[in-house]
T-cell receptor
């Protein structure tokens, strides 16, 4: 298995609270991504990183921010969680020139 | 119009059946065509990928791409209960896309013994 670890694996939080999800990789991949998965929508890209401190928005970035201070770590922050952000979040990595993306196990987030 | 359309199913078949999963896409920039398999409560894993139009076989799995019709398919022969999973088509434009993938909605497949 690719060395991608997401934490926490499960979280329940209240509306309006900040939440940070962490992705840690041991693959030394340059590219990292955060996706959310919801029924009927498949996987949708939230934000991605193409290098340390280099990030950009994806398809569904509103309400989310990211940071990448090291190659290994990519953080996703929900500044003020809303019920619409209840979802399963997946981190993924990819090497330069590779078409394959490797996924973590996912974080199940519930906002109540 | 969505960039990618995939029938979400669910699809339920008996063991040994031939399964056909399909996606259509609208973005002509897509150059790589992939199928990911996702077991329950797990992350997706790459099953197959192709670059050109035509067929590619890997054991019981065949990926088919028709660029002219913007249509891709995954066929599973002699389906097994272990094939029960969600199958996601995925597309990559290449170039300066930084590896970003566009996914279909996923098709839930159940193979009954």
């Amino acid at each position: 298995d690719a060395g991608i670890t997401q934490s926490p694996r499960h979280k329940v939080t209240e509306t309006g609270t900040p939440v940070t999800l962490r992705c840690h990789q041991t693959e030394n991949h340059r590219y990292m991504y955060w996706y959310r998965q919801d029924p009927g929508h498949g996987l949708r890209l939230i934000h991605y990183s193409y290098g340390v401190k280099d990030t950009d928005k994806g398809e569904v970035s509103d309400g989310y921010s990211v940071s990448r201070s090291k190659t290994e770590d990519f953080l996703l922050t929900l500044e003020s969680a809303t019920s619409s952000q209840t979802s399963v979040y997946f981190c993924a990595t990819s090497g330069v020139g590779n078409t394959e993306a490797f996924f973590g196990q996912g974080t199940r987030l519930t906002v109540v | 119009q969505k960039e990618v359309e995939q029938d979400p199913g669910p699809l339920s078949v008996p063991e040994g059946a031939i399964v056909s999963l399909n996606c259509t896409y609208s973005n002509s920039a897509f150059q790589y065509f992939m199928w990911y398999r996702q077991y329950s409560r797990k992350g997706p894993e790459l099953l197959m990928y192709t670059y050109s139009s035509g067929n590619k076989e890997d054991g019981r799995f065949t990926a088919q791409v028709d660029k002219s019709s913007k249509y891709i398919s995954l066929f599973i022969r002699d389906s097994q209960p272990s094939d029960s999973a969600t199958y996601l088509c995925a597309f990559y434009a290449g170039g300066t896309s930084y590896g970003k993938l566009t996914f279909g909605q996923g098709t839930i497949l159940t193979v009954h013994p």
